[in-house]
Every structure is written in structure tokens, then in C-alpha cells.
């Protein structure tokens, strides 16, 4: 069972990472963002996706988030954590600082948000759309590194690739989401329907335009965080994947079994040919 890892290129650059490869993956719901960088760390099996590509060549609204979360379950991965830069939409959430996030708003519009449809309807649960375990072993590590991260948090997801407007900016405040960014949805939502515990570290590089400071940051300013941010991500992976790897609740953990009361459509009636493309993301429900 494998711990996948979502972000950017300089997260997978871990450490002690072995036997590593590029691994071409299809998926029947199209391209992924790019093959998935397969390795190990001290014997624990990792999947890393690059979300943009390498290079960055894919905007938030043109990635597919069906093709990379099926790629992932195909591959194994039964654990995922997403690492996302946002900005911050809380004073206190200072750039530099790590959200676990908890909660999310979903302002996309035009993305496919589920796996499932007509021929095969399903109806997950997203009251609480993270695993709280997999929450629990990063701010213990984190902890452990003196890593500041918030436990909680919401994040808005916006459509962009504009950044928001002022007034879009304090509506989000006003509705009490703390960060926003442009990747975590609907990827956390295809996770639940594939029934991967899943996390989301959030981390902040900027205030949001809301922020009187904000005019002040510059391109140069925001660069030096990220690598800073990606270095702190490292080090929480590092700290991470061993308690992951060895937590003996990960089997049973109730995110892996989502689908169990979330079909719908009568078997007579469900469509064979969707029944084939789920057969990664939900075979275990479909037989």
C-alpha cells in the first residue's frame, strides 16, 4: 500500500529516496498531469504526481483531476497527501505558515467533480472531506519539527487563473475562509469517491489582495517562500512517512470505505461501460 504525495516539483526531492523511476500510468478518464515519480523511503512504498507537470505546464482549470486521482488508486495508493501554495485570508495566517486544512468551499465552476454519473450514480459523504488521521499524524510531525502549521482551516477554491479581486477577496473573508487557492478541488472530493484517506497542507506564500500589505510583495519575495515552503514540506514528509507507513488504523480507516452506502443505481441498470472506467476507483464495490 502506497503513500501518494500531490505538489510541486521540489516536494518529491526527498532525502534517502530509493529506487526510484518514472512510471507511465493510463487512466480511462484521460491523461494524468504526467507519470507518476515512483520510490521508497526506508522500505515504505511513495507515488508522487506532479499536479501541473513538470515545468508547470498546466493551469489550475486544465488539469485533470479524474485521470490523476485514478492514476494514483492504480498505482496503489491508499494514503494521499496534497501540498498546494495558497494565500492567506486570515491576518494571523502569516506567509510561511503550513494549514491543515479541514474544510472547503468550492467556487470551480466547469470541472469534473466526480467519477460517477448517468449509468452508475453515487452519493459520498463530504461533511468532513479529510481524513482526520491522516490530520493527526502531520501536525505530530510537524509538531516534532517545529513546523508552524495551523491545525484547521477552510480553504476557497476559486476557478482563476486570475487572482481574486478585492471584493471577491473580503466576500471569501466575510463567509470565514481562512486561505485560497485554485487546486484542492475537486481533487479532494475525487479522492473521498476513490476512498483515499486524504490530507491537504496548505501553504501560505502571500496575504490575499484584502491585505493593506499586500501591494508590497513582490515576484522575487514569493519565489524565496516557495523553495522555503518546499524545503519545511520535505522535512514534514520525511518525519511523516515512517508513522504513515506503520500505523497499523490505516487498513481500516473509515475513508476506504466511502463507497459502501454511496451506489444508488439498481445493478440492471447501471451502464457496463462506465461500470469498466470505474473499475480502479470503485471496484471494490462493484465486484
Known amino acids: 500500500m502506497a503513500i501518494g ?16 523511476r518514472w512510471v507511465e500510468v493510463s487512466s480511462p478518464f484521460g491523461a494524468p498531469s504526467d507519470a ?25 482549470s486544465h488539469i485533470n483531476y479524474r485521470a490523476n486521482i485514478d492514476a494514483l488508486k492504480r498505482a496503489g495508493v491508499t494514503q494521499l497527501i496534497s501540498f498546494s501554495a495558497v494565500g492567506s485570508l486570515r491576518e494571523h495566517l502569516a506567509p510561511g505558515t503550513f494549514v491543515l486544512v479541514d474544510q472547503f468551499i468550492d467556487r470551480t465552476v466547469g470541472r469534473a467533480s466526480s467519477f460517477f454519473g448517468p449509468g452508475c450514480v453515487a452519493h459520498v459523504s463530504l461533511a468532513h472531506p479529510v481524513c482526520a488521521r491522516l490530520g493527526a499524524h ?9 513546523v508552524a502549521l495551523a491545525r484547521g482551516g477552510t480553504y476557497l477554491a476559486m476557478e482563476g487563473p486570475q487572482f481574486s479581486t478585492l471584493a471577491e477577496s473580503e466576500l471569501y473573508r466575510s463567509w470565514n475562509a481562512d486561505v485560497i487557492g485554485m487546486t484542492n478541488l475537486p481533487e479532494a472530493k475525487l479522492a473521498r469517491e476513490a476512498e483515499l484517506c486524504y490530507a491537504s497542507v496548505a501553504m501560505v506564500t502571500d496575504y490575499d489582495c484584502w491585505h493593506p500589505d499586500h501591494e508590497d510583495v513582490t515576484v522575487a519575495h514569493i519565489i524565496a517562500l516557495l523553495t522555503a515552503n518546499a524545503e519545511r514540506a520535505r522535512d514534514l514528509m520525511h518525519a511523516v512517512i515512517p508513522a504513515l507507513g506503520a500505523d497499523p488504523k490505516a487498513p481500516q480507516c473509515a475513508c476506504q470505505r466511502a463507497l459502501d452506502h454511496a451506489l444508488v443505481t439498481a445493478p440492471q441498470a447501471r451502464d457496463p461501460e462506465l461500470l469498466a472506467r470505474l473499475d480502479a476507483v470503485a471496484g471494490r464495490v462493484l465486484g
Open 36 to 60: 507518476l515519480f515512483c520510490g521508497e523511503l526506508q522500505g515504505q512504498p511513495l507515488v508522487f504526481l506532479p499536479r501541473h507537470g513538470r515545468g508547470h505546464r498546466l493551469p489550475p
Open 5 to 20: 504525495l500531490i505538489g510541486g516539483s521540489g516536494v518529491y526531492d526527498l532525502p534517502g529516496l530509493t529506487n526510484t
Open 138 to 146: 502531520l501536525a505530530q510531525a510537524a509538531q516534532n519539527l517545529g
